[in-house]
């Protein structure tokens, strides 16, 4: 299509979407929203019902003025305006999602997906973050998933809170002496120990969330080594493919998969370490304890930062976006307060839940 839309005579156009897109019906408060799985540049885009309808007209033999028609016989009150199916058809173009030209482009680039590599980050965020991919997983994780996706059933998680209630209650019966054996443990001279438990750790934490995406039917296209202000080493897996799960449980379930990984090794590490004598494995148990519990809980688990925490409270909500909105409400709040701009509107997309957003902005910006 032509590349100028904001020219173009999208009323006599015939728009055709890509063949290899695919979509998955979810659920948000009762709402019907479809996601749109984008497999050659890996990327999920979510749409409501409305737009999913008119998107899916779009073969290649109706014009848009068709389409609009249709829409409007469909939907009655909720149809579409013109405005809003144009905005609809631009943002399809610009997220590459409408069929060139040329027919066999699609097919191409489907077979050149597994190839492609994701655009990275640029700026001092691509500094700060840098990534390091190292091809793809899914193979691997594929057989992960079927030694020991039964970690991920009911029957084990009971067995997991069993766990954590005994480490939890060991913890608390030798706190004096745990505490000062932690201290040991983040001293100068096992600081190389500590180093190589962390990395393990989080190897075990990526893999834990990519046999959970597996177990659930997701795709593992890359995995990697994250730099984060080119000192701390951390690994990741590409496991976005679960944004595509129709359950929320199953979304939920992969972005907790790390932390249910190394919390479930601290609560063991602790049990050894409370029942073994002094000397090297119940150091390293010690070592342990801490880069599974104490880390994991102050960074993973921390909904402020954009980790396992962050996503999992954004998904339980159904605020998508959170960070983002967060901040457009801290600005708001600002104009208001210090500007004393009385009469302005709220940001788009944070009326429903202004009171929660704000305060979440307030606590991210601390």
């Not at 019966?173 to 040991?184: P, T």
């Amino acid at each position: 299509m032509d590349s100028d839309h904001a020219v173009r005579e999208w009323s006599i156009s015939r728009p055709r979407l890509r063949g290899d897109l695919r979509f998955h019906f979810q659920q948000d408060k009762g709402k019907p929203i479809y996601v749109i799985e984008d497999l050659a540049n890996r990327k999920y885009l979510q749409v409501g019902l409305p737009e999913y309808q008119l998107i899916r007209g779009l073969d290649g033999t109706k014009t848009v003025a068709t389409l609009l028609a249709e829409n409007a016989g469909r939907q009655r009150d909720e149809a579409l305006s013109e405005s809003e199916m144009m905005s609809v058809l631009r943002w399809l173009l610009d997220q590459h999602l409408l069929e060139p030209e040329s027919l066999d482009q699609s097919k191409r680039r489907h077979r050149e997906a597994p190839k492609k590599k994701p655009d990275k980050q640029g700026g001092i965020m691509g500094v700060l973050f840098y990534r390091q991919p190292m091809g793809s997983p899914d193979r691997f994780l594929g057989i992960m998933a079927k030694w020991f996706g039964w970690s991920f059933s009911k029957p084990f998680f009971l067995l997991w809170v069993v766990l954590i209630l005994v480490g939890a209650y060991l913890g608390f019966e030798n706190g004096q002496r745990l505490l000062k054996a932690l201290g040991a443990a983040v001293m100068p001279s096992s600081w190389v120990i500590l180093a190589l438990v962390f990395i393990g750790l989080k190897i075990l934490h990526e893999i834990g969330h990519g046999i959970a995406a597996k177990r659930y039917g997701g795709v593992i296209p890359e995995w990697g080594i994250q730099l984060i202000v080119l000192i701390t080493p951390l690994t990741y897996v590409d496991a976005s493919s679960s944004w595509s799960f129709p359950s929320r449980w199953h979304r939920l379930a992969v972005a907790a998969a790390g932390m249910y990984v190394e919390l479930g090794l601290a609560a063991i590490a602790l049990t050894v370490w409370t029942f073994s004598d002094p000397g090297w494995v119940q150091s390293l148990a010690a070592n342990v304890v801490v880069s599974a519990s104490v880390v994991t809980l102050l960074f993973n688990a921390n909904p402020l930062m954009r980790f396992d925490g962050y996503y999992m409270l954004s998904d339980a909500t159904g605020i998508k976006n959170l960070s983002g909105k967060g901040m457009m409400m801290l600005q708001w709040l600002a104009k208001k307060i210090f500007l004393g701009i009385q009469h302005l509107p709220l940001p788009k997309g944070t009326r429903k839940h202004r009171w929660f957003i704000g305060a979440y902005g307030i606590a991210a910006d601390r």
